[in-house]
């Protein structure tokens, strides 16, 4: 009961962060913040197959640009199409969908991509996975180049309605959370876990790996696809390199940095990565303390940045978090955490 | 190895990013301020770098003058990172924060089409030293200003140039469908060359990265009668490969350009292939340029310890003395008022040309120079105004 009146509480209080940021923030933090919540849906959705399956797979960002295009191109007036797509097939440019009905189409389209790819890719282990679904990506950004009928191939795609507001991404995030938490720590998050911790012991108790993998793998993929949908909507527009090779690295940091097989480390490193880069991007240009004057070093937060993962990666290889969670000891705890934390013998 | 635990690396986290963003910054007397992000790390770096030194070179010159309206001005400096995420968080920093009162961005269209839906939104003026995209301000709004020609215009003197200097009625084309420039740059050579009485004898394409052009020379070879000349809409890393290949099938006849090609990288990679290339640009930049060209070039070098690395460098250097001319002639530090000023500027002798908007056209009227390559060099072969231009 207490619990469920903290939950409802603690909603509550996002939901006034989200619509009550804009008046009292400057529109710079409010982009920060949104930001943030936006990467959060990325690396929780990324934490899905990499952390908690053991499914490294570097073809996350190829289901990010695959939801942010399906979503532009159906989102996009009428007359826009005409314009922009002018070969774009007959049954897709009499319609000009809304935000959300998109987002979710998007989300459905990168779930089904998920099935189709995953289904042969989701048999291999280990480094294996992660060169085959880098190959995913590599094909997906081909494939924007190439169906310029559809992307306007390595051109920009632009005029996509500028509607990713920070009450939608915060929205999108408690939804994200929400079922990833009750996935990850119930019995499928439990048979997600023996798959990664000994493949050959969870087969043998009876546990169907290929469809274990390929659920989680799915389901991060269509977060990952509203994901890209509200990037696309932030941004208005984008092109194919935008999700390519950087970005995938940016948030396989921001998860290994938080912590591999913990949710709150998701969105920790996500918090910790963004504000250590936007800080570190003011303070590259320059200052003065006192009659010090340091002089701007523009790249040195690039620097800075691969530094501290290094440091952090010596210190807590396994992340800020870990295995654990943080919860205010609002939320169950997972059994193992304190074993794998060595606070329990 | 002792683990430091996960409270003390929250708090050590967090502890560093107070004291960092403690730092603050402090200013000299009340300058305006003139927000210039740009892509100094990234991809875009080798066009944005050159221009940012263009224009601290600028505001240099007009701050040792004196300042404009008797104040000094102040570039207000941020790199992007070539990531659109980071431009737009960057414009609501130069916009709420900096409270700048207009901005000068980019030499890519891609990146004045990220930061162009906020500028537009609070009302401040842009101008771009080098995104040629003549469509910009129809996709973005009234604020957005270009300090270079458009597209149409660099096409349609490259026309120009190819009937009545190269003597070329009949010619073919070649496109490069990866980008958005040389996509446009293709369709306004085509309109301009028909319109001159050109014939093209055929098209063809190809994609940004594609290394072999075998199956599109062997057409050429095909054709019953040689083309005149070629016009290859493409970039620098492309045309090399395109002119090398051309001259090895024994084909000889000039290529034609836009301003794609202005880099170092034509002669170094095309070495004796790249005989016989032209191309549009906005100065020409070199041994023999024009003494006001030259004079930039001294200052630059003196300045940044070395010679302009292409026309982004004169640029820049020009995007920030229109928009110093712009608020010297609206009289007040006022986004509206300059905005018009600019619009209304007229005969601004710049290093890469004069610069006048006719009335509610955000692209300027500005020459082109052609420049071809003989004996290894480079040369003016050129420099003129188109005589038609088509619709943006």
Known sequence: MVRLLLVTLLLVLVAGVAFGAPYLMSDYFVRVLLIIALNSIFVLSLSLSNGFTGVFSLGHVGFIGAGAYVSGILSLTV?????????????????????????????????????????????????????ATMGFLIIVNVVLINASNFTRGARTFTGVPLDTSLPWVFGWLVVTLFVLWRLVYSPFGRRMKAVRDDTVAASAIG???LNTRLSAFAIGAFFAGVGGSLYAHY????????????????????????????????IIGVICVTLL??????????????????????GASQVALGFIFILIMIFRPKGIMGESEFGFGLFRRSANSKIKQGEVK | MKNINRRTALGLGLSTAI?????????????????????????????DAPMLNGGKLAAAEINAAGGVLGRPIELVVYDTKSDPTVIATVASQLIDSDKVV??????????????????Q??????????????????????????????????????????????????GYLLTDLGTEYTTLLSDYFVKTYEHGGGKLLGKDTYKTGDKTFTAQIAKIKALPEAPGFIYAASLVDEVTLILKQLRQAGINVPVVGGDGYDSPLLLEVGGKAAEGAYFTTHSYIGVGATPKVQKFMDAYKAANKVDPENAFAALG????????????????????????????????????????YRAGIAVPDKSVSVIGVKDGKLFLASEAAPTFVPEP
């Open chain 1, 79 to 131: 007359a826009q199409k005409a314009s922009l797509l002018p070969n774009l097939p007959v049954f897709m440019n009499w319609f000009s969908m809304p935000f959300l009905p998109a987002t979710l189409t998007a989300g459905a389209f990168t779930a089904l991509l998920a099935v189709i790819v995953g289904y042969p890719l989701m048999r291999l282990s280990g480094y294996f996975v992660s060169v």
């Open chain 1, 207 to 209: 546990i169907d790996m």
């Open chain 1, 235 to 266: 941004l208005g527009s984008f092109s194919p390199v935008t999700f390519y090779f950087a970005m995938t690295m940016n948030l396989i940091a921001m998860l290994v940095l938080g912590g591999m097989g913990s949710l709150s480390g998701a």
């Open chain 1, 277 to 298: 880069s936007e800080v570190l991007r003011s303070v590259e240009r320059g200052f003065t303390i006192g009659d010090f004057i340091v002089p701007a070093l523009f």
């Open chain 2, 19 to 47: 004291v960092l963003a403690g730092t603050g910054r402090s200013f000299a007397a009340d300058p305006i301020k003139i927000g210039f992000p740009a892509n100094l790390t990234g991809n875009a770096a080798s066009l």
């Open chain 2, 102 to 119: 207009s901005i000068i961005a980019y030499s890519d269209s891609d990146s004045v089409l990220a930061i162009g839906p906020q500028i």
């Open chain 2, 121 to 170: 939104k609070a009302q401040i003026p842009l101008i771009t030293p080098g995104a040629t995209s003549p469509k910009l301000p129809s996709q973005l709004g009234n604020e957005v200003f270009l300090a270079c020609f458009g597209d149409n215009v660099q096409a349609a003197v490259g026309a120009d140039f190819a009937l009545n200097n190269l003597k070329a009625k009949t």
């Open chain 2, 317 to 356: 250097y020009d995007a920030v003395k229109l928009m110093a001319d712009a608020i010297t002639r609206a009289g007040a530090v006022d986004s509206a008022k300059i905005r018009d000023a600019i619009a209304a500027t007229s005969g601004l002798d710049g290093v890469t040309g004069t610069i006048t």
